[in-house]
């Protein structure tokens, strides 16, 4: 079975805090994404990585970075965390080959910022 | 225009019927699809993906896809309440393995 997990399921921070989550997955896929889902705009993009220290922006980048150091490894920086970044994040990965990219999901982190 | 729609719902059918849900896409070079579902408060979890016309059967659940049309659908026969939950479509471009998701269609079995 696929596993990916993520640092933390609830985080509560600052105003101008940098906040880190992190993502690993366990099943080598090249492909990991990190998404934040609110209410009635479904999943939005925030980045994704192909391969170890490649990144690539998605539909909303603004405020984010992303670090791959390694290829398990998928973290996501609010560099300085407002209150409008207040989401469920979610980190997936998929597989490059075959054509099996399902994205499959790790379990969401709730941020509150305050 | 949004790249992938789907009715929002909510959806109520009672338990034991077909809960049927729809979905299109914008872009013709969309190559592959899948359904999630999503429990209130949890992480999406694949139930379905198809890459050719026609029906994918996998239990209870019939994934439709019609390329032509650019329509997607899932089928849930014997609905149950444990079904109640929003499904989230996707679709994917094969660029670089982007996925677009809908915003999903919330669905209530009622016992």
């Known amino acids: 079975d696929v596993k990916v997990t993520q640092s933390s399921r609830y985080l509560v921070k600052r105003t101008g805090e940098k906040v880190f989550l992190e993502c690993v997955q366990d099943?080598?896929?090249?492909?990991m994404f990190w998404y934040r889902q609110d209410p009635g705009l479904g999943l939005r993009l925030i980045y994704f990585?192909?391969?170890?220290?490649?990144?690539e922006k998605g539909d909303i980048p603004e405020g984010y970075s992303v670090s791959r150091e390694k290829k398990e490894r998928f973290s996501l920086i609010l560099e300085s965390a407002s209150t409008n970044q207040t989401s469920m994040y979610l980190c997936?990965?998929?597989?490059?080959?075959?054509?099996?990219?399902?994205?499959?999901f790790g379990p969401g982190t709730r941020l509150l910022v305050l | 225009q949004k790249e992938v729609e789907q009715n929002s719902g909510p959806l109520s059918v009672p338990e034991g019927a077909i809960a049927s849900l729809n979905c299109t896409y914008s872009d013709r070079g969309s190559q592959s699809f899948f359904w999630y579902r999503q429990y209130s408060g949890k992480s999406p979890e694949l139930i379905m993906s198809i890459y050719s016309n026609g029906d994918k059967e996998d239990g209870r659940f019939t994934a439709q896809l019609n390329k032509a049309s650019q329509y997607v659908s899932l089928l849930i026969r014997d609905s149950q309440p444990s079904d109640s939950a929003t499904y989230l479509c996707?679709?994917?471009?094969?660029?670089?393995?982007?996925?677009?998701f809908g915003t999903g269609t919330s669905l209530t079995v009622i016992p």
């Open positions: 099943m080598d896929h090249e492909n």
């Open positions: 996707a679709v994917s471009q094969l660029r670089g393995n982007q996925f677009y």
């Open positions: 990585s192909y391969d170890v220290k490649m990144k």
């Open positions: 997936a990965s998929s597989s490059a080959s075959g054509g099996q990219e399902t994205q499959y």
